[in-house]
């Protein structure tokens, strides 16, 4: 329904359904035009004429535009001021988005007791002696999510509406606790067009804007809640620090390279107040412009500077390099086994690099455990090898892995100040590709086999039909079930249970075709670049990822993220 608003003179174009499912504000101010779900916001821009507080006036936005200026043709820029993050902790915003978690948890609460309610019914009637008893008793039944009697009028709005009548019988069942659906501010469930809604704050998935929410009053536990998390602000985090993000999309710079595209990543944190993070942050060295050189073999290097710290009070700065070699075979994954993901580690074809000191790995330099094996190499604990080289020493469960590392460190200057580096090659043209590609389709198989085993319990617990298990699942979650191998759900009548197209159809459960498989990962990433620093005032992150697209990426026109899929991709 559109209808017109005012506030302090200012008329307002609102657009909303009760359910929350449509709400848009639009005002007009000056040549600025807002669109936005949140009437407190718009307010905000209205009063904006009327108020000295601008964004421009906020030293924290002065700086994050001196560093990312306008003019640098940035797809996305996004600023997290010092007062947003602190109203992210305020009374309000703390209180409601517990109360909200609460509506949202009755919600899926009174769905599953009416499913168990509905089975619990069937089973008496079931257990009648003769036909004619189970005749008459069919007509009481419950409805799988409810009776349609309790439907909210779709036009009103859900405040009028009372709670569902069958609450206090699901209460009397044991199925609900005491006391479900009596909150503070007098919100409950509703039946609103064969959904459960909230009263208040609308259908689950387009809760009202916690700044639309009237807080008027709170209970003894909530003001208890909200001192101590308070009380731990002034203690430990006593203010926040600005954010600034901005990320751009071009296309490559080899015009040639038409399926490639560029994603370039800024954040700064400034002005930065170190004092709050000092203690995460002792092992961390200076900024430095040197680097070592990564290796072309390797798939992937990540470089750190640090310090001894409190570990090792003694070590100065020094680098710390892990290195990756880009092979082919590495172990496989056993599925819920922490043995089998340590023996994974452990097979792996990595190095760690100290220089130009020992520093942190003196911690694994255990005398009374450690063996001298001549030519620079000694056996260290936990089955890890050490070599000494001229000016570095570098550790790795492969002896044959640091016998092919130069006896003398690579280094090389960088433009940028840097205590952390990482490089990530083109993992669509790896050797490790085939290994990523397994894991993946791993976990990918099992997640696919969660879904068919909770649309399998609702048949078997709930008595949930099979042609309404996905649908009934799917609103219990409120989101669809996806299979994340690229497959389709089907009910398969013989054995009785759900089925993805991506599955094969002999036991044990595997791919359909795993040779054919290729993880999304594989697809797209081919290349990451990140360095990130933190000074005295200010942290900072810049990555650079290269992107393998399907379609050719226009070189000659600016992209054109659509509104509703901007992080997509797409």
Known sequence: ?????????????????????????????????????????????????????????????????????????????AFLSRQFMQGMISPAYRIETARRLRAATEIQLLHLSRLAAAQESRAAWQALPDAT????????????????????????????????????????MGLLPHRFGQRPDGSHPVDHNDQVVDSL????????????????????????????????????????????????RRPADDPQETNREI???????????????DRWLTVLGSPTQTTVVHRPEDFLSVEAVVQGGPLVPSAKDHHL??????????????????????????????????WPELGLLRLLQINALSRDEGQGYARLPFQLW???????????????????????????????????????????????????????????????????????????????????????????????LVCSLGGDYVWQQAPGRWQSSAWSSTWPLQLADPAKYQAPLTQWLDGLRLTAALHEDVAEVHATVTIHRVGPVAADAAPKPSLFKLFQGG
């Open 1 to 77: 329904m559109l209808t017109a608003r005012r506030y302090r003179n200012t008329s307002l174009s609102f657009l909303a359904t009760p359910d929350n499912r449509i709400r848009s504000f639009y005002v007009k101010r000056d040549n600025f035009h807002l669109l936005t779900n949140c009437e407190a916001i718009a307010h905000a821009f209205i009063d904006l004429a009327s108020t000295q507080n601008a964004l421009a006036d906020d030293l924290g936005f002065l700086q994050a535009r001196q560093r990312l200026a306008h003019d640098r043709g940035d797809t996305v820029f």
């Open 133 to 172: 008893a189970r005749a008459a008793a069919a007509t009481q039944l419950p409805a799988p999510l409810g009776p349609a009697a309790n439907q909210s009028d779709s036009n009103k709005p859900l405040s009028n509406a009372g709670p569902p009548a069958e609450i206090s019988q699901l209460v009397g």
């Open 201 to 248: 704050r609308g259908r689950r998935g387009y809760f009202l804007p916690v700044p639309d929410v009237p807080l008027t009053q709170v209970t003894t536990q909530e003001q208890e809640t909200f001192t101590a998390v308070a009380r731990f602000h002034q203690q430990h985090w006593t203010n926040f620090d600005p954010l600034a993000v901005s990320l751009k």
């Open 263 to 277: 994603l370039e990543l800024d954040a700064y944190m400034s002005p930065l107040d170190r004092v709050k993070y």
């Open 321 to 354: 390099v892990l290195g990756l070699r880009d092979v082919a075979e590495l172990p496989e994954i056993e599925p819920g086994r922490l043995l089998g993901k340590l023996e994974m580690m452990r097979a792996a074809p990595a190095y760690v690099i100290a």
């Open 386 to 480: 050490r070599r000494d080289c001229d000016d570095y020493a570098a550790i790795s469960f492969h002896r044959g892995l640091l016998a092919e590392l130069p006896p003398q460190i690579n280094r090389d200057s960088s433009d940028q100040w840097a205590q952390l580096r990482l490089r990530c090659g083109d993992i669509s043209e790896s050797a490790i590709a085939t290994w990523v590609d397994a894991v993946m389709a791993d976990r990918g198989l099992r997640a696919s086999l969660g879904n068919a085993r909770f649309m399998h319990a609702l048949v078997q617990q709930l008595g949930v039909a099979p042609e309404q298990s996905r649908h009934v699942a799917e609103q219990l979650l409120d989101a669809q």
